[in-house]
């Protein structure tokens, strides 16, 4: 066949590749816009992550009434109070409370609070002209007997305070960073070892050659395998959870830093390895003296730069079992609350970024 | 001549690739003799100090040093024969990172226990000699920078002070001064022929030229296409015999 009709049946080839690819991979670039009213909610809410949320402010009295034996809790000295009827009471009993000096017309509740500080409402009320208010409340036999009863008084004005949702996100966060740290930690140790055994110039003879050929196979094998397969292994395995995501993303920094690690080895320069191996030096004291100080800045720099790496990988691991913010943003993704979504991915964005340019300056200085 | 110091016989070495490095190369060394070893790149100078000490390991042939037959040890036999062999190299061979005065150190590594070594302790009396063999090489203040931050002269100063700490009976110089500028070349050979001197240390130097070599050499050796082709006096070396050693085209170039 002549050069011509060789190019002609190549560009065929790649027509009707490309053609059948378009059609198998359903492309229709109209969807783009004729179905964009769908993403529109989503890419708004997105834009407006729960960082801060309104909580109206309250004043708050306990009651000093006894429950279950325990002491009264003394009235404030100052400002709104509230007195009982009686000073102990038990389960079933009725108590008239009065309370005063709170804001006036206001809506208010009591509140019973148990010991982890979960509150069940027990009445409501509504202050009078003169911020003064009459309740009688029997007290219920649902009640424990460690707790407190509050006066909650609803005052006009509101406060600005971080969401409940950010305080999750940033706890998920640190996790996440704390995780990757881990997972890293795990993979130097393993690939540091690895990868001074599978450096083709610190192979000598039969049996040095054989280490490395099997160090090689198995930084290969584990490399390629997905570190999202390996959380899903890892989470059936110990459990859902950060653990499993240490595990994943060590196994797999074990791979990947094993390989820049032993190419950094590979690439020292060979003559002081010679000049002390000509002193009589033993093959330890030859890579304590000649390999490692030629390879200490290459291997801090990897090792950051996976950290930065792991940092990012551990929000996809995440979605699979593997625990810190990615379990978090799944969850938030899958009950669509896509506000809530919105600040877990914008504090991922941050964080990488901020991971991105630290680990560049580090990297900068140790090089 | 008595037993001889130095002794090689029918050196052969081919490299994996089939490149026949060294030919049957055999001669004696007496005790302090400064021979110089000359030819051209290729000629394999570089394989035959290697073989000495092996660094390379020979094919064929057999070699002495000091009544030892250095090709039929083993591992750690070879381990405390190069104690005794102090090696100079063209690139110095420094470990760039570390102090200078580390890098002389390191000169001692095959007599200092391992574990003292391996955490990077090293007793008084040997830094102390490490210091005092600076001082002999003139840069004493250069003991605590690392090495990379020292000229290439410098550099090759630190390289004879590692070797001096081996307080060696035969020194290897494979082409020290060939990085180096004329007059540095000059001052780095002249602390090798103080050695060589002062302390009867053996030497066998690589050089290129040839005036260096007439300058500091008792005894020049010829290697050509790895084949031993002039052994004698530096002074025996005509016009004749140089174009014999650097082909029929070759100039000789002084070195000042």
Excluded at chain 1, 5 to 26: N, S
Excluded at chain 1, 129 to 135: C, D, E, K, M, Q
Excluded at chain 1, 310 to 322: A, E, K, L, W
Excluded at chain 2, 116 to 145: C, F, H, M, T
Aim: with cysteine.
């Amino acid at each position: 066949m002549t050069g011509r009709g060789l190019r002609l049946a190549a560009v065929l080839l790649a027509v009707a590749a490309f053609a059948y690819g378009w059609r198998v991979t359903r492309i229709d670039l109209g969807e783009l816009v004729t179905k964009a009213h769908l993403v529109r909610p989503l890419v708004r809410d997105l834009l407006r992550p729960e960082i801060l949320e309104r909580v109206p402010r309250t004043q708050e009295v306990a009651v000093p009434v006894a429950l279950g034996g325990a002491p009264p809790p003394l009235s404030p000295a100052r400002g709104p109070r509230v007195e009982a009827s009686s000073r102990s009471v038990r389960v079933g009993q009725e108590v008239e409370l009065r309370g005063e000096g709170f804001a006036p017309g206001r809506p208010g509740r009591l509140v019973w609070r148990d010991a982890t500080g979960a509150p069940s409402q027990l009445a409501q009320f509504t202050t009078d002209a003169r911020g003064s208010f009459r309740l009688r409340v029997r007290i219920p036999d649902t009640l424990g007997d460690r707790g407190e009863l509050v006066a909650v008084v609803v005052l006009p004005e509101t406060a600005w305070r971080p969401s409940e949702t950010l305080r999750l996100v940033a706890e998920r966060m640190v996790e996440t960073v704390f995780l990757a740290l881990m997972g890293t930690a795990m993979g130097v140790v393993f690939a540091v070892p690895l990868s001074f055994l599978g450096a083709r110039n610190l192979a000598h003879g039969t049996v040095g050659l054989a280490v490395y050929g099997t160090s090689r196979t198995v930084l290969n094998v584990f490399r390629s395998v997905e570190p999202l397969i390996l959380a899903t292994v890892f989470a059936v395995w110990v459990g859902i959870g950060p653990f499993a995501g240490v595990l994943a993303l060590g196994v797999h920094s074990v791979a990947s830093l094993g390989k820049l690690y032993s190419e950094a080895i590979e690439a020292i320069d060979p003559g002081p390895i010679e000049a002390v191996e000509a002193t009589g030096a033993s093959r330890l004291q030859v890579i304590r003296y000649a390999v490692i100080p030629q390879i200490v800045p290459q291997f801090i720099a990897f090792t950051i730069y996976r950290w930065d790496i792991n940092v990012r990988m551990s929000t996809v691991i995440g979605f699979v079992g593997g625990g810190g913010i990615g379990f978090l943003l799944m969850q938030y993704i899958n009950l669509l609350l896509w506000q809530k979504a919105a600040t877990a991915v914008w504090a991922i964005t941050l964080v990488v970024a901020l991971m991105d340019y630290l680990s560049a300056r580090v990297r900068e200085r140790v090089v | 001549m008595a037993r001889p110091f130095l002794k090689v016989e029918g050196l052969t070495k081919v490299y994996p690739g089939g490149v026949r490095a060294l030919q049957d190369v055999s001669f004696e060394v007496a005790r302090g003799e400064f021979v110089v070893v000359i030819g051209l790149s290729g000629s394999g100078k570089s394989t035959l100090l290697r073989c000495i000490n092996r660094l390379v390991e020979p094919t064929a042939g057999r070699v002495w040093v000091d009544g030892v037959e250095v090709t039929a040890l083993d591992r750690e036999g070879v381990r405390r024969l190069r104690r005794e062999i102090g090696m100079i190299f063209q690139q110095f061979n420094l470990v760039r990172r570390l102090p200078v005065l580390t890098n002389v150190l390191t000169g001692r590594l095959g007599y200092v226990p391992a574990w003292w070594s391996l955490v990077n302790y090293w007793p008084p009396d040997l830094v102390q000699r490490a210091l005092d063999a600076l001082e002999r090489v003139g840069i004493r203040d250069k003991a605590y920078v690392r090495a990379d931050q020292l000229s290439g002269g410098q550099q090759q100063r630190v390289g004879i002070a590692r070797a001096l700490m081996q307080e060696p009976k035969l020194i290897l110089a494979d082409e020290p001064v060939a990085s180096l500028d004329p007059a540095t070349s000059h001052s780095v050979l002249q602390y090798v022929e103080e050695l060589n001197r002062r302390e009867g240390i053996t030497v066998l130097c690589s050089l290129h030229f040839l005036s260096l070599a007439r300058r500091y050499g008792t005894r020049v050796i010829a290697l050509k296409e790895g084949r031993l082709v002039f052994d004698g006096l530096p002074s025996e070396i005509d016009s004749h015999r140089f174009r014999q050693i650097y082909g029929e085209d070759a100039v000789e170039v002084e070195i000042a």
